[in-house]
Every structure is written in structure tokens, then in C-alpha cells.
């Protein structure tokens, strides 16, 4: 089988890499990728991830069976739509589907509707109602934009002074959607789910990312700065839960309202003294979770597509080992950073996955904000931390930074 992956980062890294372990795979392409998958896909730089027409062309004359969409911008800008027409076999969902990601408003009334347990909310359709909305609120209160932000759409507002701090910020234009969400207090996990219609199938192993930039969950959220598997605090009673109240609902509530996900529902809850809540909803992977979910499977990724497609049952198999991994990010990020700074000192073999890097002659120079994801395994998430940090130490460079405390809600409760 020839397999399309789409997508530039650690996300795509980690998917090319497991794809191409599956004995079902004979050929995989990256569009556009990043140097270092050169040595497991074909990597075609040149093709922009947002010209569906140039990619439609491509997987059509090249025959490819599958196409593997990473990130959420191609899927809310309808790219499954377009290979779907050709006739072409699609891992992520439609752009109808894809507004479960898309927009906090499409995502808050669907759950609402149907009952699936999130914080309270109210949307404005502008800045005088922000404004004025906010004088009847109680603190903290969460201010969402509509839209993609890429993790860094949200602000808490402690007081009403901090409210209208946020107010300013997202609404650089008087109108547009703010969503208001009751502030939840809890511990963050994050389920990855196969979707295919009403048919849902959660992994049986979770992750947990860290989404400030600094220790201490300190400092702006980001798209993510180290995660790490299995949760072991966090019990299979609660996944089993998470499943039963939200996952199989919102699956069965998107069938039923017509639209049709295929891909992987991505369930960022929250564990609130009422149970699960969902804090988001995303339409792929998360990154940097599908790498350590993706290191730790030991299944077939492909063969649990197929599997779904078929709505046949899922078997996953897991390593016993944990996997931490740490994120090393540009400084500044997610502010203003330098690009086209070198590193060195990783390796390509699955210990490190590279998220925003490219290669320049003989060297790799960062490209983005986050840069590197270098994991660890080991017996239990003490060891894993331990080997993440020791290969976070092989790399050479004095333009990152990365935290220290990736995994440690997992150690201190034991
Ligand atoms: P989101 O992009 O919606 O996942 O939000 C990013 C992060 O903001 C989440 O991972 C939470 O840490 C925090 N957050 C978002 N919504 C809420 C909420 N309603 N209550 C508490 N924290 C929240
Ligand atoms: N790591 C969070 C996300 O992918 O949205």
C-alpha cells in the first residue's frame, strides 16, 4: 500500500515513522514534511500543505491508497472533501465534521444539545457585548476565540480588569465570536478516540500534555511543551467513564446531526469534582501527544484504520514501558522567536521527533517555534523522565528552551 501523510511536524514525524513499521505499507510520501523524515518517507518539500489541488494531483496520479492528514488547518479548509471526490481514501474528517475543531461555538452547542458534560458557557458577537457581559460574570472566567488559534486562543481573566485586557486582545476588530466558558478546576488528560460515524473506539492508554511554557504550569499556553504515557493516576474507571459519558455521545450526536467524522477525535477533559468535562475538542492527534502514544503503540497503526473503516473491533497493544517526552522550543515562543538557528547532537531513530526544523546543507536550522520533541522510555514515568532529559541534554544549542517538570503530576502521586 502507498501511503500520503500531510503535514510538517513532530506530529507527522511520529506518523510517518509508525506507518512505516506496518508490514500493510510499502511506500510513504510526506507533503511537504521536513528534512529529517528523509530517511523513512518520501519527502516532497516543494508542495505547499495548503494547495489541495497540487496534493488531490498527486496522491490521484500516484495512486496512493491512503492519505493521513496531521494538522487541523487542511481539514477545516476542506482538504478530505476534495480527495474524497476523487475518490481517494481519507484518514481525518471533513470540513463540516472538522468544526468540532473548528469553532468552541459549533463544538459548545453540539455538547450542549446533547448533553455532554463541559463548563458553562456564552458566546458575543462583539466587543460592546463582551464588555458588557463581563460586568455580570463571575472570576476567573476563560475567553475563547473562534477559530483555529493553535493553543494560544485562550486567556483567564482572574478579575474583570484582566477581562477586558482579553477582550482587547481578541477582539482586534469590534466584531467576530468570543466564547465565555465557566472556569473548571482539575486535572487535564487528553483521550485519543477513533471516530468513524457513530462508531467510537477511545485508546486504552491516555496522555497528558503540558500547555504553559514555563514550570509549575507558568507563563502563556502553547500548543504543547512535553507529554507523556500511560497516566497512571488517573485510573481506567475514569477513561472508562470518559468514554461513556463523552466519546460515545459526541460521536453518536455528530452522526445523528449529519456529519460525518472519520479520524481521530482528539478529547482534551478535565476531571472536575462532577466527573469528566470536556475543555476541547480536536479533529486530529494532538501534538506532542501522538508522539509518545504513537512510540508506546505496539499494534499496527494502518491495520486500526483499516479496522475502522470496516467498524471492526480495535485491538490495541501497548509496550509495557512508559515514554515521557520534552519539548525544546525556540526562545520567545509562543511570542516572537529568531529562526534559522542551528542544532545539532539528535539522532533520527525514533528518540527524537522534529517539529520545526529544516535542513540546510549538511545542518538542521530551526524553523518555528517548537523545534524538537526528545523522549524518553523506561519501566515506570521516573525512568522515562530520566532517559527524555538525557537525550534533551545530547542536543547542541543555545536558541531553546525547554521545561524541566514534564511528567512529574505523575510522580508526585505515586
Ligand atoms: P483549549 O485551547 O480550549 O484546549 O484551552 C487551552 C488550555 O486552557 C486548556 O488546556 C486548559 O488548561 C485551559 N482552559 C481552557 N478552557 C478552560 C476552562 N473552561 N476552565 C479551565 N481551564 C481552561
Ligand atoms: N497538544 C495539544 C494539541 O495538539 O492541541
Known amino acids: 500500500m502507498k501511503v500520503l501523510v500531510i ?3 513532530g506530529r507527522e514525524h511520529v506518523l510517518a515513522f509508525k506507518l512505516k513499521q ?16 528523509k530517511n523513512i518517507a518520501t519527502v516532497h518539500t516543494d508542495i505547499d500543505e495548503a494547495n489541495h489541488e497540487k496534493i488531490v494531483d498527486f496522491a490521484k496520479t500516484q495512486n496512493v491508497s491512503w492519505v493521513i492528514i496531521g494538522p487541523e488547518q487542511p481539514l477545516t479548509e476542506g482538504l478530505t472533501d476534495k480527495l474524497q471526490t476523487e475518490n481517494i481514501k481519507v484518514f481525518g474528517p471533513n470540513e463540516a465534521a472538522a468544526q468540532i475543531e473548528g469553532s468552541k461555538l459549533f463544538a459548545k452547542q ?7 458534560p463541559t463548563a458553562a458557557y456564552k458566546e458575543t458577537n462583539n466587543k460592546t457585548d463582551a464588555l458588557a457581559y463581563i460586568d455580570t460574570c463571575e472570576f476567573p472566567i476563560v475567553l475563547k476565540k473562534d477559530g483555529l488559534a493553535a493553543g494560544k486562543g485562550v486567556i483567564i481573566a482572574n478579575n474583570i480588569d484582566e477581562a477586558r485586557e482579553g477582550i482587547d486582545i481578541l477582539y482586534s476588530e469590534e466584531n467576530g465570536t468570543v466564547v465565555f466558558e465557566q472556569f473548571l478546576e482539575g486535572e487535564e488528560f487528553s483521550l485519543m478516540t477513533f471516530v468513524n460515524q457513530d462508531y467510537a473506539v477511545p485508546f486504552d492508554c491516555i496522555a497528558q500534555d503540558h500547555k504553559r511554557a514555563f514550570d509549575n504550569d507558568e507563563g502563556p ?19 472508562e467513564r470518559t468514554n461513556k459519558e463523552i466519546a460515545q455521545p459526541i460521536a453518536q450526536a455528530m452522526a445523528k446531526e449529519g456529519y460525518s467524522f472519520f ?18 475538542f480536536n479533529a486530529r492527534f494532538g501534538d506532542p501527544e501522538a508522539q509518545v502514544l504513537l512510540t508506546r503503540m505496539e499494534s499496527d497503526l494502518m491495520q486500526h484504520i483499516l479496522d475502522l473503516e470496516a467498524k471492526q473491533p480495535i485491538q490495541f497493544k501497548w509496550k509495557k514501558d512508559a515514554v515521557v517526552g520534552v519539548m525544546l522550543a525556540s526562545k520567545g515562543y509562543p511570542g516572537t522567536y529568531n529562526k534559522g538557528e542551528v ?4 539522532t533520527l531513530d525514533g528518540r527524537y521527533f522534529v517539529s520545526g526544523l529544516n535542513k540546510v546543507d549538511q545542518h538542521y536550522v530551526t524553523s518555528g517555534g517548537r523545534v524538537i520533541l526528545a523522549l524518553g ?5 521516573s525512568e522515562a523522565k530520566a532517559n527524555a532529559y538525557e537525550a534533551v541534554d545530547q542536543i547542541q544549542s543555545n536558541a531553546l528552551f525547554y521545561r524541566s517538570d514534564i511528567s512529574d503530576k505523575a510522580i508526585k502521586q505515586k
Open 7 to 9: 503535514g510538517a511536524g
Open 221 to 239: 499556553n502553547t500548543g504543547g511543551m512535553g507529554a507523556y504515557c500511560p497516566v497512571p493516576h488517573i485510573d481506567k474507571g475514569m477513561i
Open 343 to 346: 542544532v545539532s547532537g539528535f
Open 263 to 280: 479520524g481521530v477525535l482528539y478529547i482534551g477533559a478535565i476531571i472536575t469534582k462532577d466527573g469528566p468535562k470536556v475543555i476541547e
Open 22 to 37: 506496518s508490514p500493510l505499507i510499502n511506500e510513504i510520501h510526506v507533503i511537504p514534511g521536513n528534512g529529517a523524515m
Open 110 to 116: 453540539l455538547m450542549e444539545k446533547y448533553d455532554i
Open 377 to 381: 522510555e523506561g519501566s515506570d514515568i
